[in-house]
């Protein structure tokens, strides 16, 4: 046994417990399990109670300490929390839950991603209206780069179209130009030249988001930088596996439309009897 392994009694063989609101997380299971091949994912989808962007805090908090638990009793090493929603308003209260287990958000590689991609610090940043109220991205970002120029916008509806499976064509290209005509519509200087997906159904999004903001915008999720910082942690714990490969799917309503809509953003076929049904009580 390594040092971890005894005092928190979990072993490289354990999954990463992976969660969500709903199917939205898959992107980021996705780029975990292509760096991370041979671990153990058990992925949760809360998708009876999505969508977590339009609900208060205390709710939201939660729903996501609800989620952690049903997740450890799968035997789980770390969490890696799939939702910007929950990591910008759940984060430390599913740190005390799972203590010492490791529980890796999203927003603070997304904002990594947004920085690092950035050349004239004018970053824009679309979520939902939870994560944009709560202003972890801003913090996030000024944390790293402090002269940055955000701009924040609430994008509930992209979360319906995406799970609607709406993710190119006339209705989704109105909506994006609904939402980013204004921050995007500007004089070169001034406009933003990345644009952050601070959610985590945006990327299935990114045709129609492409065609609002143009070619020059350098569009970054947090996907990508998650799975490495879930890499790093894991390997600085002395927890990374060898010999594992396994995907679990959990949600917690119709085991069809998880496997129908989440294909599209796993980019994995997906059948039903694929998805087991959970309760969070
Ligand atoms: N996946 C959630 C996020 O990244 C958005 C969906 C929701 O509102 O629940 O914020």
């Keep these: 046994l390594n040092n971890y392994e005894s005092f928190s009694g979990v072993s490289p063989q354990a999954h990463i ?9 898959l992107t980021v299971l996705r780029a975990l399990r292509e760096r991370l091949p041979q671990e153990n994912f058990v992925y949760l989808g809360d998708t009876a109670r999505l969508p977590y962007g339009t609900k208060s805090a205390a709710s ?7 989620a952690a638990q049903t997740l450890n009793q799968f035997r789980i090493k770390c969490l890696v ?7 910008a308003l759940a984060l430390d209260s599913l740190r005390q839950t799972l203590a010492p287990l490791p529980v890796i958000g999203v927003v603070e590689p ?3 991603a947004g920085c690092r991609a950035s050349r004239s610090g ?4 679309i979520a939902t209206e939870g994560t944009v109220r709560g202003g972890a991205y801003e913090h996030a970002i000024r944390a790293r780069r402090p002269e940055a120029h955000i701009v924040t916008r609430a994008c509930s509806l992209f979360v319906a179209l995406a799970e609607e499976g709406l993710v190119s064509g006339s209705i989704a290209s109105a909506i994006a130009h609904h939402y980013l005509d204004d921050a995007f519509n500007l ?4 406009r933003p030249d990345t644009l952050v997906l601070g959610c985590t159904h945006f990327p299935v999004l990114i045709d129609p988001l492409r065609e609002v903001v143009g070619d020059d915008v350098t569009i970054v999720d947090s996907a990508r930088t998650a799975s490495i910082t879930v890499e790093a942690t894991l390997r600085e714990k002395e927890l990374l596996n ?3 490969g396994s995907m679990q799917l959990l949600a917690t309503d119709s085991r069809e439309r998880f496997a129908r809509v989440g294909s599209v953003f796993l980019q994995e076929p997906m059948q039903a009897a694929d998805v087991q049904l959970v309760d969070l009580g």
């Design 81 to 87: 929390v799939a939702c910007n929603t929950a990591s």
């Design 242 to 244: 060898a010999n594992g």
């Design 17 to 25: 417990g992976v969660f969500d609101s709903g199917i939205g997380g």
């Design 110 to 112: 997304g904002a990594e």
């Design 187 to 190: 004089a070169s200087l001034q």
């Design 60 to 66: 939201v908090v939660r729903y996501s300490v609800q």
């Design 122 to 125: 004018r970053i824009a940043v």
